[in-house]
């Protein structure tokens, strides 16, 4: 009986997680409606003041988990070799989606509704799809460019890997909690073409996480993602540097060359992470073994 109310426990806490997520972005939303501030073209303001809330909201919801209990979401310093291994697998990510992009363009020439999907991704991701870019002031274009490279990866690694993926590891293990959180984090994105990506890179980050220790990593890789994926261009299309249309379109191009090529060296930081973790586990089996053997160290 025990054992499930202790997993009862888990996913009450999980939906609190998401319905806190999910209840600021709507609350800010509202905010911006009542206060007559249109969110297409002050999308930078509407981003950075979601993500201010939404960190200092999960930060106190880490600290309150974390009371007298085993903290909940790990801060600790992520170490040079680490970081940089989390940097090489975000271009490395960015080569898998790309090609399952591609393959997702092929597909789509034999059925409509995969083409209809396609259609609707790129104007969600494209800002300038419902409003024109000299409509937006350069400011809130900073901010745009600042919160999507910044910002929302903080966010969003708080909530899924730190806090989600982190109530789910109260009782199952790190792969299964990283599928489950992967899941959440997918349909959170949107049933789409956008959901298949996303459940490979929340497992992909919640697995860095757990072998790193450290929220920092999952960080870094996201921050890079969100910045060669779609920050950079989009900063480039809001007007400040005068047309750059032809130089974006081309960047983009060798961009998403660089990308692929990096997946086999970020299959390789992957697995380096992976052996690190191994071998601080294996490090700390003896000081275990002589603690339940009453032995002083």
Not at 215 to 241: D, E, P, Q, R, Y
Not at 267 to 273: E, G, K, P, R, S
Request: glycine share 8%; net charge negative; charged share 15%.
């Amino acid at each position: 009986m025990k054992n499930v109310i202790d997993y009862l426990g888990v996913f009450f806490r999980a939906v609190i997680v998401v319905l806190l997520f999910v209840l600021i972005q709507l609350t800010v939303a509202w905010g911006f409606i009542f206060a007559g501030v249109d969110t297409d073209i002050y999308h930078g303001l509407f981003s950075t003041v979601y993500g201010i809330i939404t960190t200092a909201v999960f930060v106190v919801y880490h600290l309150v988990r974390s009371y007298k209990r085993d903290r909940l979401i790990k801060f600790t310093t992520p170490g040079t070799l680490n970081s940089l291994a989390a940097a090489v697998i975000g271009f490395g990510l960015l080569g898998l989606v790309t090609l399952y992009m591609v393959a997702a363009g092929l597909i789509s020439q034999y059925f409509a509704p995969v083409a209809d999907e396609l259609t609707e991704y790129s104007e969600h991701i494209n800002r300038y799809s419902d409003v024109e870019a000299a409509t937006v002031p350069y400011w809130d274009s900073v901010l745009d460019f600042f919160a999507a490279f910044l910002l929302i990866p903080l966010v969003e690694e708080l909530v899924f890997r730190g806090a989600l993926f982190g109530e789910f590891k109260c009782k199952f293990n790190a792969v299964i909690s990283s599928v489950m959180s992967a899941l959440v984090f997918g349909l959170m994105h949107g049933v789409s073409v956008h959901i298949g990506y996303a459940l490979m890179c929340g497992i992909v980050l919640a697995l860095l996480y757990h072998y790193t220790g450290s929220i920092w990593t999952s960080v870094i890789v996201h921050s890079v993602f969100n910045l060669i994926g779609n920050a950079i261009f989009t900063l480039l299309k809001s007007g400040m540097f005068g047309d750059m249309s032809a130089a974006v379109d081309q960047a983009s191009l060798h961009a998403s060359v660089i990308e692929i090529i990096c997946i086999v060296p970020a299959v390789a930081a992957f697995i380096l992470v992976y052996r690190n973790y191994k071998d601080r586990k294996d490090d700390m089996a003896p000081d275990v073994d002589k603690i339940e053997a009453g032995v002083s160290i």
